[in-house]
């Protein structure tokens, strides 16, 4: 059971590139989300999904899109990496538990833009 | 939005010794979680908590909703137990972070 997967662990993009950070789950999870990490601000909310379909912003979504076709699968698109998207990205699968959810990370990936 | 503290920021111990973490919360949520980041950046779940005390070895933690807190106990500290630690609560099938407490046990 590999949980979630986020590929790559690592990309360095020039500024104004993009690309599309993937998240894929298995554990058949209906709600999925991307956070960003960077130094003393904690996780903070990019986009979320709670289901195949629907799709809203978070807390710090600007210059990022996403969509969900599948449940499994959850990717962020950078339309045009600027530096002040390098960042740690961090994706979650959760599902509902008695009064709430319980979310699992992956294991990051760590972006630079220069 | 919810706000979350976490204290103390930064936390130094020798092996062995017990600490305690808070987490301040600002409003009702439907869950809470404690995280545990290692030096390789991986999040660790440590408890799933929206009420009540949970055990688990030398790590145990309470929550009082009512109060808007919650607290992470480690006893007899280890290296390995170093890293920072995140509490979150859930509004709506997402999180909001604390900012977290740097933990670092020396031998």
């Known amino acids: 059971n590999a949980g979630v997967t986020q590929t790559p662990k690592f990309q360095v993009l020039k500024t104004g590139q993009s690309m599309t950070l993937q998240c894929a789950q298995d554990?058949?999870?209906?709600?999925m989300s991307w956070y960003r990490q960077d130094p003393g601000m904690g996780l903070r909310l990019i986009h979320y999904s709670v289901g195949a379909g629907i799709t809203d912003q978070g807390e710090v979504p600007n210059g990022y899109n996403v969509s969900r076709s599948t449940t499994e699968d959850f990717p962020l698109r950078l339309l045009s990496a600027a530096p002040s998207q390098t960042s740690v990205y961090f994706c979650?699968?959760?599902?509902?538990?008695?009064?709430?959810?319980?979310?699992?990370f992956g294991q990051g990936t760590r972006l630079t833009v220069v | 939005g919810i706000q979350v503290e976490q204290s103390p920021p930064d936390l130094i111990l020798q092996e062995g010794a017990n600490s305690t973490l808070r987490c301040n919360f600002s409003?009702?949520?439907?869950?809470l979680q404690w995280f545990h980041q290692n030096p390789w950046g991986q999040l660790i779940n440590l408890f799933y908590i929206p009420s009540g005390t949970k055990q688990n070895g030398r790590l145990s933690a309470t929550t009082v909703a009512t109060e808007r807190y919650s607290l992470l106990y480690i006893s007899s500290s280890q290296t390995t137990d170093s890293g920072v630690y995140f509490c979150a609560v859930e509004g709506y099938s997402t999180l909001t972070f604390g900012k977290g407490t740097m933990l670092l046990v020396s031998p």
């Open positions: 979650a699968s959760s599902y509902s538990q008695t009064g709430g959810t319980e979310a699992f």
């Open positions: 409003d009702s949520v439907n869950n």
């Open positions: 554990m058949n999870h209906e709600y």
